[in-house]
């Protein structure tokens, strides 16, 4: 890793900066997008209020950095699917509470997910939201089920099923003759209760044990998770869930 202190005057450098519910990560990619950098700062960043987020981001040298692309990805619970040829941005909120428990009070955010014609709306507490456009007032904040979308799973013809593995919740993304079939969300308790919602996916859409392709996305920690998963399924993998960066344009 690169002497942070060498970075100030080169602005071919990205920054990627991941938030979720015990803190956030910081991700600096060179000109290749090759990882310089990280790091990860432990915080109950959804419970803390503007100034104390704004704080905590300000205290890190990241931050002061003038980089070529900065891109915010945040990992949050309430959120919906909708296709882009239905959707009406003055209708966020009503789409959003429709489909979940929305917090009336929380801002609602769209991202435009064009490789699949579809628009991810979703709510994010508003302390995070004002802190982090004060500090990146011209950066768009991203859904990590949008991250995924757009940068990880690409148009394809096999049949696959991508897992996002996070502390209790499984959001699960199944790729069907090149479209998206299903975009859902889990909470599990035990290897047992994640092993039984993906199989159980399997078994609802017909999928084949023998060659549909199934990708867990997180670290290596859920190595458990993977093996049970390969008593049943023969392809299986596990990704590490460091962002790639997602093009500016």
């Given at each position: 890793?690169?002497?942070?202190?060498?970075?100030k005057?080169?602005?071919?450098?990205s920054?990627?900066?991941?938030?979720?519910?015990?803190?956030?990560?910081?991700?600096?990619?060179?000109?290749?997008?090759?990882?310089?950098?990280?790091?990860?700062?432990?915080?109950?960043?959804f419970?803390?209020?503007e100034n104390?987020?704004k704080?905590?981001?300000?205290?890190?040298?990241?931050?002061?950095l003038?980089?070529?692309?900065?891109?915010?990805?945040?990992?949050?619970?309430?959120?919906t699917?909708?296709?882009?040829a239905?959707f009406?941005?003055?209708?966020?909120?009503?789409?959003?509470?429709?489909?979940?428990?929305?917090?009336?009070?929380?801002?609602?955010?769209?991202?435009k997910?064009?490789?699949?014609?579809?628009?991810?709306?979703?709510?994010?507490p508003?302390?995070?939201?004002?802190?982090?456009s004060?500090?990146?007032?011209?950066?768009?904040?991203?859904h990590?089920?949008?991250?995924?979308?757009?940068?990880?799973?690409?148009?394809?013809?096999?049949?696959?099923?991508?897992?996002?593995?996070?502390?209790?919740?499984m959001?699960?993304?199944?790729?069907?003759?090149?479209?998206?079939?299903?975009?859902?969300?889990f909470?599990?308790?035990?290897?047992?209760?994640?092993?039984?919602?993906?199989?159980?996916i399997?078994?609802q859409?017909?999928?084949?044990?023998?060659?549909?392709?199934?990708?867990?996305?997180?670290?290596?920690?859920?190595?458990?998770?993977?093996?049970?998963?390969?008593?049943?399924?023969?392809?299986?993998e596990?990704?590490?869930?460091?962002?790639?960066?997602?093009s500016?344009?």
């Open positions: 890793m690169e002497n942070l202190s060498d970075l005057h080169n602005n071919q450098y920054l990627s900066i991941r938030f979720n519910s015990d803190g956030f990560s910081l991700y600096i990619y060179d000109e290749n997008d090759f990882l310089i950098s990280t790091k990860s700062i432990d915080a109950p960043i419970k803390l209020n104390e987020i704080s905590l981001l300000n205290n890190e040298i990241e931050t002061q003038v980089f070529k692309f900065t891109q915010v990805i945040c990992e949050l619970d309430k959120y699917i909708v296709p882009l239905l009406v941005p003055e209708e966020c909120k009503d789409y959003l509470q429709f489909h979940t428990e929305s917090t009336l009070n929380e801002p609602v955010i769209f991202n997910i064009y490789a699949f014609d579809l628009v991810n709306i979703f709510s994010i508003k302390s995070l939201q004002i802190a982090v004060d500090i990146f007032p011209t950066i768009s904040v991203n990590h089920l949008s991250f995924l979308l757009t940068d990880q799973i690409k148009a394809q013809s096999i049949n696959s099923v991508y897992i996002f593995v996070r502390s209790k919740i959001d699960v993304v199944v790729i069907q003759s090149g479209d998206v079939k299903l975009i859902n969300s909470e599990y308790r035990s290897t047992e209760d994640f092993t039984y919602y993906t199989l159980n399997f078994d859409l017909s999928l084949d044990t023998e060659n549909c392709q199934v990708f867990l996305i997180g670290s290596t920690k859920n190595s458990e998770l993977l093996k049970q998963l390969q008593k049943y399924l023969k392809n299986c596990l990704i590490n869930q460091i962002p790639k960066m997602i500016s344009n």
